[in-house]
């Protein structure tokens, strides 16, 4: 209820004052699981997204530490955000179960491949979170490019800006097509086709932004070995870094 609330109390001011013009909405479905992958370069994301999905609830996971403080827990606990402990040893499987338990009750789950906001304004390497994701739950993605946030809010910023250098601030958040990922049915314990399908939701990020692309983390934290599996090797963990999945 008070995510529909806020969302009402939100809205008005916030498109009002950066124009927020949202596009692509139709390819949103009205009902049924969906993952709503975006890019990411302000913690105002959480709040533009959702602003522009009319009649559903975007459902993101945040890290516990906001959970534990009065300041936030509250905000975060009213509009239904799950808390995810990322100092947790299995925070990678943990984050993975929430996720497909989201999508298991039919709801829209809204992740950054990227695991952290943008340094720098530029699109990084995603992590294969998403991809699971997809593959194990048969959930639609829709990717999601999002511009102008980081002039309202850039990294390390403790308050918005009403206006940006070049003068008023717009935001755009543009909608692209549902991928189809069924010919990746039954892989989700493939790395290779996790960091396949990864790239290809990050391609149809940066055919949306404009984004210059680059081929590497926006984290330094280390990647996380794949959950039940017996090899060794490293692959990426489920979007929790430095940063909340939320922010």
């Known amino acids: 209820m008070m995510y529909w609330v806020f969302k009402a109390v939100l809205k008005p001011p916030l498109r009002a004052a950066y124009s927020i013009r949202p596009e692509g909405t139709e390819h949103i479905p009205r009902r049924g699981p969906a993952i709503i992958a975006a890019n990411h370069l302000s913690f105002l994301d959480s709040f533009f997204i959702p602003l522009c999905v009319d009649r559903r609830k975007v459902t993101y996971l945040a890290k516990v530490d906001y959970f534990r403080s009065w300041k936030t827990a509250w905000f975060f ?28 009750e039919g709801k829209l789950l809204g992740i950054y491949p990227e695991g952290t906001r943008s340094p720098d304004g530029r699109l990084y390497r995603g992590r294969t979170g998403v991809a699971r994701l997809a593959l194990r739950s048969g959930a639609p993605v829709i990717p999601c490019g999002i511009t ?19 003068g008023r601030i717009r935001v755009r958040v543009r909608f692209g097509e549902p991928l189809d990922l069924s010919r990746y049915a039954q892989r989700d314990h493939d790395r290779f086709v996790l960091r396949s399908v990864t790239d290809e939701i990050m391609y149809e990020i940066m055919q949306l932004t404009g984004q210059e692309y680059v081929n590497e983390y926006a984290s330094r934290s280390a990647t996380l070995p794949l959950p039940g599996s017996a090899h060794t090797e490293a692959v990426d963990e489920v979007d929790l870094s430095e940063e909340a999945i939320a922010g």
Do not use: C, F, T, W
């Open 148 to 166: 102008g946030s980081q002039e309202v809010m850039p990294k390390g910023a403790r308050v918005p800006k009403l206006h940006g250098e070049s």
């Open 77 to 104: 606990r009213a509009v239904g955000q799950i808390p995810v402990d990322r100092d947790d040893r299995k925070a990678s499987q943990a984050a993975l179960d929430v996720g497909l338990q989201v999508l298991a």
